[in-house]
């Protein structure tokens, strides 16, 4: 029986140190390493450039269960999200792979629902400001900040 080798994700500081000495890096969505949320989603992010920057993009790879469900909330900046497998209710508007969402800081939507079979995500922030804004009567239980930056964020 063949095992999988254990893949320690790699940090923010190896990543700074890997690009400040050669200025690039490959890994993979493995090697960053995804936690998983409340609501049992996994969150994989990653910023272009120096993960100490603001001002760069950030990239997140999130995988949704079926039905999991995020409160309607916005953000802080533009940002642009892909679905890649599986389907995804955005307010009454159903996402499938290949379809493309394009959104404005400080736009409300939601709530998000993944379809019966799941959904996995790319979800591209124009800079560092992705924390999830949670709207109405929204908590924010389930946007999953806390979590993302505590693993994530310098």
């Known amino acids: 029986m063949a095992t999988e080798e254990l893949i320690q994700p790699v940090t923010t500081d190896e ?3 890997e690009l ?3 200025g690039h890096i490959v890994t993979s969505w493995k090697g960053i ?8 989603a996994i969150a994989t992010m990653y910023k272009i450039g120096l993960p100490e920057n603001p001002e760069a993009p950030t990239v997140f790879k999130m995988n ?13 900046c533009d940002y642009s999200e892909i ?6 209710m955005i307010g009454r508007t159903w996402l499938y792979p290949g379809d493309l969402r394009i ?20 979800v591209i922030f124009a800079d560092s400001n992705w924390e999830g804004i949670p709207l ?10 806390t979590e993302i930056t505590d693993r994530f964020e310098v």
């Open 103 to 122: 959104g404005l800081a400080n736009r409300g939507y939601g709530p998000l629902v993944a379809g019966p079979e799941g959904a996995t995500v790319l």
């Open 33 to 40: 390493g995804g936690i998983t949320l409340p609501t049992e």
């Open 83 to 88: 679905v890649l497998e599986g389907s995804q």
């Open 15 to 17: 990543i700074s140190n």
């Open 20 to 22: 400040n000495k050669r």
């Open 64 to 76: 949704f269960p079926p039905g999991c469900t995020i409160e309607s909330h916005t953000h802080a």
């Open 136 to 145: 109405g009567k929204g908590t924010g239980d389930t946007l999953g900040t």
